[in-house]
Structure formats: structure tokens, C-alpha cells
């Protein structure tokens, strides 16, 4: 006989559908997300957890646990070419405040789709060419250096016009590092524009390098504290310009 899969809700299989692209979420992301109560969000997650098709990690104290697909997850969504991602102490600051602003993303902009960079990954690697990524001046192996933003806001529609990549900057990079992607957005043609998030310290960095690369028309940067919560609020205005852009 061949053994039945269980059911899966249309409710549950979005969860699992929306972390395994997004990478990495929180149950505060989720609450956001569906406009539903953090702690409804989390009881979501953790039935997910307990049958073995999430997983949570809390490598940092005080800070929202960060969930992911497991590959029974993965083959229970029918999630094609993604795979579980890694949370560590390092990069767990920058996936909460990512899943944070992918779920503000997709309610200001209902219209579009907001793609994580697994997501794109996965379909620049099937397409075998950027989407939505900026080609760095370096080369390894004679392959040019791919920079990928942490999200991307796709208009609706085929021939809808190009997509909005969004970069969240918490920390600073150095200032070689930074004009280097900078200048490589500014050149890219496959996106309409470039958004970035950042904290205050890293919006001065920010400046520094667009006013030394030239790239003001192309880049807009946006206080990560404008990103209005589930509580309501307009998106920020300069978003709203990028994204018309797009």
C-alpha cells in the first residue's frame, strides 16, 4: 500500500511556502504578514515545527526566534529548487529585520510580489542569468561576482516593467565595499532601481559612497524605521517612487 501524506491546510501551506522563499521568518513577521495576533502566528509555526516541517532557531537572547523549511517541509509544499536555510548568531539580526520588511513589503505593495533571495537564486540558477542581481567589476574563475539583494519587489504582470531591488543595511561596510555595489547598481539594467533600508549609521555610510559614485537617480535610501508595522501607516514616499519606477 502506499502510505497517504498527511493533509496540509491552504493556511499552513502558505507558512511553509512563504519561509522556504524568504529563507528564514519569525513568527512576529508572520502576525505582520497575515494581520493576525504574534502569538496566533507562533502557535502556527511550532504545530509546523512539531510535525517536522519547520525549524526553530534562537541563537540570539531577547531577540524573535527564527524559523525554517525542513526538507520534509520543502517536499510537502512542493517548494522546487530551494533549500533549508542556515541561521547562525551572525547573520540572525539581518534575517529578522529581513522577514520584518518582506511582510511590510507585501502590504504596501499588494499588487506585486516580493521575491527573497533564495527565490532568486534558485530562478536566476534555472534561467542561467540575472533577474534582478548587480554583475561585480571582479571576476573568480572567470565568472563575474553575482551581488544579490536580500529582497525584490516584482511588479504584476508580464511586461510590467523591471523589478525593485531591496538591500537592509544594518552595519556599516567599508567604504571601497560599499561604492563597489553601489557603483554596480548604478550600472545594472535589469532593475528599475535600487531600495535601501538602513539604520542611521548606515545611511550616512550610504551617502558617502552614492555621492562618490554618482548613483543618487538609481538608489534611494530609506530610515529602516520609516517601514510602517502591521499597526498601519503609509509606505515611505521615497518607496513608493521606486516602486512606480518599476
Partial sequence: ????QPTISRQRMDVLQWTAR???VTAEALADRQRTAVATARSRMRAAEKRGLLSRRAPLAGRPALYTITRAGLRASGSRGLEPARVSAANASHLIVCARVAAALERCYPDHSVLGEPELRRDERD???PLASALLGTVRD???LVHRPDLVLWP???GAGLPVAVEVELTVKSQRRLAGI???WARCRCVAGVLYLAEPVVERALA???AH???GERIVVVPLSALPLASGGPAPSNANAVAADG
Avoid: K, S, T
Avoid at 1 to 4: C, G, I, R
Fill in 156 to 158: 504584476p504582470g508580464i
Fill in 213 to 215: 559614485v554618482e548613483a
Fill in 1 to 4: 500500500m502506499v502510505e497517504q
Fill in 182 to 184: 553601489c557603483l554596480a
Fill in 208 to 210: 558617502r559612497a552614492l
Fill in 142 to 144: 572567470g565568472q563575474p
Fill in 127 to 129: 534561467c542561467g542569468r
Fill in 22 to 24: 524568504m529563507g528564514a
